[in-house]
């Protein structure tokens, strides 16, 4: 689904992705790990170009999404985000109702059917288990919602689009434990359908909830393995020093 | 002197000042309310000037005024606000836009009679307007142009980033992106300076003097290439140059006055629509 190949990237002198080419497979949820400044985020905002409104970055090498090269001349980076949600560090709802936060991208693209709008904003709400808790009050502020919900109504106005990929960059960092725990539940219903990739500061979260581990210090990928082999049995050293919190 | 009697008189110097400020405030107003109020009535507002300016009321300066005022935003807040999007979320922090901003900052500080000269040699004369309402709306509207630049682009400054990218990573262009989520959130703070410059446009005597101002007349002004009379103007008029200065003393508090009461009324409009607008979208 998603394979880089000898990546790096720079923010004007500083190398902050060194040479990193691995793997995702399609219905699987990968999760980042690694020291703050370590360049797990700037690794996933590659995925959907965030990095590109960056001002004086560079990078080299490619990055392949359905085996396209995401970096080509030929690619609409509207149509490619379209496809890579992305779900941010802190609840990011527009101030708008609830019903428009959702069918803000379907209007964004171009869908102009009101039905087929309301029928997404429901399908969407549900995926995010979401619905229940907001059905009779759609059009009320996304700002009435708890911090745990607000996380929730991004993740289905993401989903509204119809996106393969859905990055995560610490999406419960700001919450409280049990909308954290939500979350997960959430993230295991979605990769039935979509390929996840998650940045955590979480270790237990990372161990939680995905299939594969990547471990990431100073711009390298030190370790990607299975979850379990990751936090059994890791093969370096590094990381096993990391999972059991000797530094990091 | 010990500390503490020190310390008492200069808390009693400072809260003398300032209270001496709001005193003058209370003066002028209290002045003007007072020897204003005798001439206010419904015939003062609504009927032409009579008998040399010495009686009648002052309708046809209102109605300039106000065409002014409208004219004078038509013109500079789509300009202003344009700009302002430029230079917030078009052309980042390069040359161009210092450039930019310091022009949009020494606008700000070229006196008002300079911009009554430059109307007239622009508008008046040279594209041919005459001194006429749209003249004077342009001249006006120029003079307004650096306050809804710089508090539309604190507006916009002051929307989170956080919803341009959320709005980014859902596949919005740029354009949309402004329409739909960074305009709406902004316009509350773009309304504070269109209140700014409504209390400016009505006040200003000298950028119309050149360029739209009348004397007097006995008439509306049947399109946007007529003369107008304004409040302002007016009001220098009956202060300075009317026909029996002394007899319309009073017409010229009143017309202070009623300038005041519409300066009051814009204010307390836009900040009206500005809360509303900060509710809905709260709750919307």
Same mark, same amino acid.
């Given at each position: ?100 936060n959702v069918a803000y991208g379907l209007k964004v693209n171009g869908v102009k059917d009101k039905k087929f709008i309301a029928q997404k904003v429901e399908e969407s ?53 049990? +909308? ?69 | ?107 700000? +500080? ?26 004077? +709306? ?130 307390l409009l836009a900040a009206f629509l500005r809360q509303r607008l900060n509710k809905k979208l709260k709750q919307h």
């Amino acid at each position: 689904m998603i394979e880089t190949k000898n990546i790096n990237f720079y923010y004007g002198d500083f190398h902050a992705i060194k040479n990193i080419s691995m793997k995702m497979e399609p219905n699987t949820v990968t999760a980042f790990i690694g020291p703050s400044g370590c360049g797990k985020s700037t690794f996933l905002r590659l995925f959907n170009r965030m990095n590109d409104l960056i001002n004086n970055t560079r990078l080299e090498g490619e990055c392949l999404i359905k085996s396209k090269n995401i970096y080509d001349k030929s690619i609409d980076v509207d149509e490619l985000r379209k496809d890579v949600g992305m779900v941010f560090q802190k609840p990011n709802p527009f101030p708008k109702s609830i019903f428009e936060n959702v069918a803000y991208g379907l209007k964004v693209n171009g869908v102009k059917d009101k039905k087929f709008i309301a029928q997404k904003v429901e399908e969407s709400l549900m995926a995010a288990a979401l619905w229940d808790e907001v059905k009779d009050k759609l059009h009320k502020s996304a700002f009435e919602l708890s911090g745990g919900q607000q996380q929730r109504l991004c993740i289905a106005r993401a989903l509204a689009v119809a996106p393969s990929v859905l990055l995560m960059d610490e999406p419960a960092s700001a919450l409280d434990p049990i +909308s954290t725990s939500k979350i997960e539940e959430l993230i295991h219903q979605l990769k039935s359908n979509y390929t996840i990739v998650i940045v955590t500061h979480n270790m237990q979260q990372a161990a939680r909830v995905s299939d594969k581990t990547g471990f990431f210090m100073m711009g390298e990928l030190v370790e990607y393995s299975d979850t379990k082999k990751m936090f059994l049995n890791p093969d370096k050293e590094t990381t096993q020093n990391y999972i059991t919190g000797r530094f990091g | 002197m010990n500390k503490k009697i020190k310390q008492n008189i200069a808390f009693f110097v400072f809260r003398l000042f300032s209270l001496l400020i709001v005193g003058v405030l209370i003066s002028i107003l209290g002045f003007i309310a007072i020897n204003g109020i005798q001439v206010i009535d419904w015939e003062f507002l609504t009927t032409a000037p009579k008998e040399g300016m010495t009686e009648g009321g002052i309708f046809p300066a209102i109605v300039g005024t106000f065409y002014l005022v409208v004219g004078s935003l038509i013109f500079a807040v789509p300009l202003g606000v344009m700009s302002a999007i430029y230079t917030v979320e078009y052309a980042g922090n390069g040359r161009i836009v210092r450039f930019i901003r310091m022009m949009t900052n020494n606008l700000a +500080s070229i006196p008002s009679i300079v911009f009554g000269l430059f109307g007239m040699a622009l508008f008046v004369n040279k594209l041919g307007f005459g001194d006429s309402i749209i003249a004077g +709306s342009l001249t006006l509207g120029l003079l307004t142009l650096p306050i809804i630049i710089r508090t539309s682009e604190e507006a916009l400054k002051a929307v989170p980033e956080s919803y341009r990218t959320g709005s980014y990573a859902l596949g919005a262009g740029k354009l949309q992106t402004i329409r739909k989520v960074i305009l709406p959130s902004a316009m509350p703070n773009i309304l504070t300076g269109i209140i700014l410059s409504v209390g400016r446009v009505s006040g200003e005597t000298a950028p119309i003097l050149f360029t739209v101002a009348a004397y007097f007349l006995p008439s509306l002004p049947d399109s946007i290439f007529s003369q107008a009379m304004a409040l302002p103007y007016h009001l220098y008029v009956l202060a300075t140059s009317g026909t029996d200065v002394e007899a319309s003393r009073p017409i010229a508090y009143g017309t202070a006055l009623v300038l005041i009461m519409i300066v009051l009324f814009f204010n307390l409009l836009a900040a009206f629509l500005r809360q509303r607008l900060n509710k809905k979208l709260k709750q919307h």
